[in-house]
């Protein structure tokens, strides 16, 4: 077996992505299990697959990091502005480039409603290290906002882990979501947040808006949508020991202590 093989990620077309090689491990892993399993059970004599190497695992081509705290306020007040400032710049014209577009009141009144979720979205998920799919199926009754230690209920079946968990909340970012359903009023569905199915380009917009610089040789790779997670520890362990990481990890199970505010979360 060649160790730098390539798998397909569908057996029916060779041309979709290859498996990574970690996840090639996985499998063979879990196979060998099997293998074992039925030499033990006398189901087969030998296990066939004894000598099946790994595949040869390397640096993972896109390195994923954290924001650092002025990135942070940078994107949140990006995301909160960027949907707005779009509709109201004139694309043509004499004009072009400036605030000038006539826009309905209450398209500025909607556009400035998803701009505040989509900050709040970011926000959360930096304070609790979710991913985006646990976010986007996170239920409106998994928050308990009113408890004395405000928290979320992740689901097992929604978590990547596939353990239930739950996390606590900062009261600051409890009362933000109370806020926030508040607002949406009788249009509240069954979920928290509307994550957008392009989340990752409308991510990558933000953080062009908000001037996050591009990666360039030898440097620091540019932030990405996966990357939130490594911007929650990170939070948890900058300059703020107040601030237990445990409140930031997914595997975290008990409410916390909550300290002061931080203020490089909050958008001016």
């Given at each position: ?158 978590a990547k882990s596939g353990r239930s968990a ?25 979920f928290v947040f509307d994550v957008p199915s ?71």
């Amino acid at each position: 077996m060649d160790r730098t093989a390539s798998m397909p990620r569908d057996p029916q077309d060779p041309k979709s992505l290859p498996l990574a090689a970690r996840t090639v491990n996985v499998h063979r892993a879990a196979i060998l299990a099997l293998c074992n399993w039925c030499v033990t059970e006398r189901r087969l004599t030998t296990n066939p697959l004894a000598g099946l190497p790994k595949a040869e695992e390397v640096e993972p081509a896109r390195k994923r990091r954290a924001l650092t705290e002025e990135e942070i306020v940078r994107l949140l007040a990006a995301a909160k502005e960027r949907l707005l400032t779009e509709a109201l710049t004139v694309r043509r014209g004499k004009n072009r480039g400036k605030p000038l577009a006539n826009v309905r009141q209450e398209v500025k009144d909607h556009l400035r409603r998803l701009g505040r979720e989509r900050a709040l979205l970011y926000r959360f998920m930096i304070m609790t290290g979710l991913r985006k799919g646990e976010v986007a199926t996170l239920p409106v009754s998994g928050l308990d906002l009113d408890a004395e230690h405000p928290c979320v209920h992740i689901e097992g079946r929604h978590a990547k882990s596939g353990r239930s968990a739950v996390l606590p909340l900062r009261r600051d970012l409890a009362e933000a979501l109370r806020r926030h359903l508040g607002d949406l009023g009788d249009d509240a569905g069954e979920f928290v947040f509307d994550v957008p199915s392009n989340f990752t380009r409308v991510f990558d917009a933000d953080l062009a808006a908000a001037a996050c610089p591009e990666p360039v040789e030898g440097a620091s790779p540019r932030p990405t949508a996966r990357g939130g997670r490594w911007t929650s520890t990170a939070c948890a362990t900058r300059s703020r020991p107040s601030w237990p990481a445990a409140a930031c990890r997914p595997e975290a199970h008990a409410p916390q202590r909550y300290p002061p505010d931080d203020e490089h979360l909050h958008p001016p």
